[in-house]
């Protein structure tokens, strides 16, 4: 079974630009995670999707963040404009029951 | 407190046990998790322990849940240079979507 896809691995940025984040789940799982992972510190959750619906983004910053998951199925998440402390991995996680979630390599930011 | 702690650095021998401590913050968590990841990766899901059980092996791997002090360990046995990586604790929240909430890792390091 195919695990979780992300692209790209890794990006650097200049400050004020965007970028754009992807994530393909494994097949078959409802529940979809971007978690942003600052160096020394564990996963915080930015968005938590239930098929193409969010079900909790409290902790994203809407006013630079976004993201989508259109069909259910894929995911983007983009950062327009950028900071120098989003400087991070966002990591792409999913899960079929909500029970374990399994994580994507990551996509490791740096903003200049 | 409203954070998941875990002890930051711990060092042992190759062969030698390694214990890492985790303290949680919501006693009806219903599933606790412990990830591992290894440089320039994302986050494996190495074994997790439902709440109604005190402890579960898995090969080198025991986990050791105390409810009442909300208290989660792992255990490896006979640790080798492979599993030098950050462990993470990671708790299911009793909110109404199930967030996941992890401590900041431990960073184990194996020494020959």
């Known amino acids: 079974e195919a695990g979780v896809a992300q692209s790209p691995r890794y990006k650097i940025i200049e400050k004020r630009q965007s970028v754009a984040f992807w994530c393909n789940p494994i097949?078959?799982?409802?529940?979809l995670y971007w978690y942003q992972q600052i160096l020394g510190q564990g996963p915080k959750l930015l968005i938590q999707?239930?098929?193409?619906?969010?079900?909790?983004d409290s902790q994203l910053p809407k006013d630079r963040f976004s993201a989508e998951r259109l069909k259910g199925v894929d995911s983007t998440l983009k950062i327009q404009p950028a900071k120098l402390e989003d400087s991070a991995v966002y990591l792409c996680?999913?899960?079929?029951?909500?029970?374990?979630?399994?994580f994507g390599e990551g996509s490791w930011l740096t903003v200049v | 407190g409203e954070d998941v702690e875990q002890s930051l650095f711990l060092s042992v021998r190759e062969g030698d046990s390694s214990v890492i401590n985790c303290t949680y913050t919501?006693?009806?968590?219903?599933?606790l998790y412990w990830y591992k990841q290894e440089p320039g990766a994302g986050l494996q899901l190495l074994t997790y322990?439902?709440?109604?059980?005190d402890m579960k092996q898995d090969q080198r791997l025991t986990v050791l849940l105390n409810k009442k002090d909300k208290h989660l360990s792992l255990r490896i046995a006979d640790t080798q240079t492979g599993d030098s990586a950050i462990y993470f604790c990671?708790?299911?929240?009793?909110?109404?979507?199930?967030?996941?909430?992890f401590g900041a890792g431990t960073q184990v390091v194996v020494t020959p």
């Open positions: 999707f239930q098929n193409n619906g969010v079900v909790d």
């Open positions: 097949s078959g799982h409802a529940t």
């Open positions: 919501d006693s009806s968590s219903t599933y």
């Open positions: 322990i439902f709440s109604n059980m």
């Open positions: 996680a999913s899960s079929y029951a909500g029970n374990t979630i399994y």
């Open positions: 990671a708790e299911k929240l009793t909110d109404s979507w199930g967030k996941f909430q």
